[in-house]
């Protein structure tokens, strides 16, 4: 098969390791910068150009598209979409999984656990708003931050209304959630690929920090997950639309709760913490579906 990767960093591990198991199994396989394409949208023959060039027809497409991208990326892969290739996830899942509120609120509607969320956009409702998620402590999460970036905790009730006001005087989009104490830190990426969880890690936050995050130093070890924890993974997965997907879960006293559902999960720490050949495993889920479609 002809597979391409959208991805802005051909030297990062995951797109790497991506196209090592690609070629090792027999597939003709090349990244694109999706920054770089532009597209010919039209009722006869669409196309994709780089460089005063046209792509050539592909098989499958594998996105690996950044959250600061994610608009003409999608777009992009839509394009993809149009022109027949199949795409591991598709570019309306991509965009759901995006928008951290509203992926909130399509894993309530699936009755999938997760952290109580607020969310408003006037200082007057910043009292209301804090009762509603249980009081101090509590977690404010910027709608477009990622690892970990935009993420504040504050401990106290004056420092949450500080930290509220702050943000929506910046005109920032915020949401509120209740805070785990019970996980200790700690939260479990599972990887989802189709309708299996193929591998799950433990990461640690470092002492100090509440973010566990292997971005922000947190640590990642191997972990045995619940039947619950499975299938929560999964079912959330596939509320998103996705195909592969990182689901991140707490620990909570009330069972697991979904934090966030990543559409471009790195391959770097759950194949280090779990030794499993995960991209190999991407690649056989497209050779299977593929040809399938």
Not at 171 to 180: F, H, R
Not at 210 to 219: A, E, P, T, V
Not at 232 to 246: F, Y
Request: glycine share 10%; aromatic share 4%; hydrophobic share 40%.
């Amino acid at each position: 098969m002809r597979i391409a990767i959208l991805s802005r960093g051909p030297q990062l591990y995951s797109t790497k390791r991506l196209v090592e198991a690609a070629k090792a199994r027999g597939h003709d396989v090349q990244v694109i910068n999706p920054l770089k394409c532009y597209m010919n949208i039209n009722m006869c023959q669409s196309s994709i150009h780089i460089g005063g060039k046209e792509l050539p027809q592909f098989d499958a497409i594998i996105p690996r598209i950044g959250a600061s991208v994610t608009f003409y990326g999608s777009a992009v892969l839509r394009q993809f979409e149009m022109m027949g290739a199949y795409t591991i996830n598709d570019s309306v899942g991509i965009s759901r999984s995006r928008d951290k509120l509203r992926s909130m609120q399509l894993l309530s509607r699936k009755g999938i656990g997760l952290p109580i969320t607020g969310f408003a956009n006037k200082p007057s409702d910043i009292p209301d708003l804090i009762d509603m998620v249980g009081g101090a402590p509590l977690v404010v999460k910027l709608l477009e931050g990622t690892q970990g970036i935009g993420v504040v905790l504050a401990e106290t009730r004056k420092a949450a209304e500080s930290v509220l006001e702050a943000f929506m005087g910046l005109k920032a989009n915020i949401m509120v959630q209740e805070y785990i104490k019970e996980a200790n830190g700690a939260d479990i990426r599972c990887f989802v690929i189709g309708d299996k969880v193929i591998a799950a890690m433990k990461r640690q936050a470092k002492p100090g920090e509440f973010r566990s995050n292997l971005h922000r130093g947190g640590s990642a070890s191997l972990v045995k997950l619940t039947p619950e924890e499975r299938s929560t993974a999964i079912r959330a997965a596939k509320t998103m639309g996705l195909n592969l997907a990182g689901v991140d879960l707490l620990r909570s006293n009330h069972g697991p709760v979904v934090m966030e559902v990543n559409s471009s999960p790195g391959l770097e720490g759950i194949e280090a913490a779990t030794q499993k050949d995960v991209a190999n495993a991407i690649i056989e889920f497209i050779e299977k579906n593929a040809k399938k479609r």
